[in-house]
């Protein structure tokens, strides 16, 4: 069943979708009235929902029955990586948001060669977005994660002062085997902390921006014994941490 969400809070009335949702409703899903939809509501309730009307392209539907299922990680993940070349934010994007991310901060980094302009910061974030809240629908998540955007290193620490576990994911630390941050992490209870790792762009971290990060608490950890792609990276740590919540 498809799912959609809405920019209010739950209760037994009827609700109109946006033009984009109720165009995807009609002409790709073929929907009628009287079919059934999941919605989800901006306090985080889910209901089977019933097609009520259509008018004027507009999509309007009726909550009928609460769905109560545990899609969310129990700990609150942001990762923060420089933009990249190419799609492969978009990539991404929608891939950490079904692996359970709950936010996506982008910042620019010393050695950043793909960098967003400041004139069209806020078109970017809006195309990400919308790129989250598809692959949130298509997840079945509750959450749609939120994409955030730092313009240096600095701004990205000055607004994270107060995570439980500050990691930095650095390339150079694949082959050191004493180095057992994440395992440790890992293997003991950290539901309910918040997680904050920090990713390089594709040519890495700096000497000076390793000691910026490790000077404000941040720390090291690798990701295996092999050196990941910029975009592969988050999704291996996201991995990691579904497993240990929720298949281990």
């Not at 809070?9 to 009827?14: I, L, P, T």
């Not at 409703?25 to 009520?52: L, N």
């Not at 302009?117 to 598809?134: G, L, V």
């Not at 921006?209 to 592969?232: M, S, V």
Request: with cysteine.
């Amino acid at each position: 069943m498809q799912q959609y969400f809405v920019d209010d809070d739950f209760s037994f009335k009827n609700f109109d979708l946006s033009k984009d949702d109720s165009f995807h409703i009609i002409k790709v899903m073929r929907k009628k009235i009287g079919d059934k939809i999941f919605i989800v509501f901006s306090d985080k309730k889910k209901y089977v929902s019933e097609i009520k009307y259509c008018k004027n392209n507009i999509v309007t539907v009726f909550p009928v029955e609460e769905v109560i299922i545990k899609t969310e990680l129990e700990s609150k993940i942001k990762i923060a990586i420089p933009p990249l070349k190419n799609d492969k934010i978009d990539y991404l994007i929608q891939k950490s948001t079904e692996l359970g991310v709950d936010e996506i901060i982008l910042y620019n980094s010393q050695r950043s060669v793909s960098k967003i302009k400041n004139d069209k910061i806020q078109k970017k974030i809006s195309r990400y977005e919308k790129i989250s809240k598809e692959a949130a629908e298509q997840s079945k998540r509750i959450t749609i994660p939120k994409i955030i955007y730092y313009n240096s290193e600095v701004d990205l620490i000055e607004k994270n002062k107060n995570i439980t576990y500050k990691l930095l994911a650095y390339e150079n630390e694949a082959h050191n085997e004493k180095n057992r941050v994440l395992s440790k992490i890992l293997n003991n209870d950290f539901k309910n902390k918040d997680f904050l790792v920090v990713f390089g762009c594709e040519g890495g971290f700096s000497k000076e921006e390793i000691n910026l990060f490790i000077n404000n608490d941040y720390k090291l950890i690798g990701l295996g014994n092999r050196i990941l792609r910029a975009e592969t990276a988050p999704l291996l740590f996201l991995s990691c941490i579904v497993y240990f919540l929720e298949l281990n």
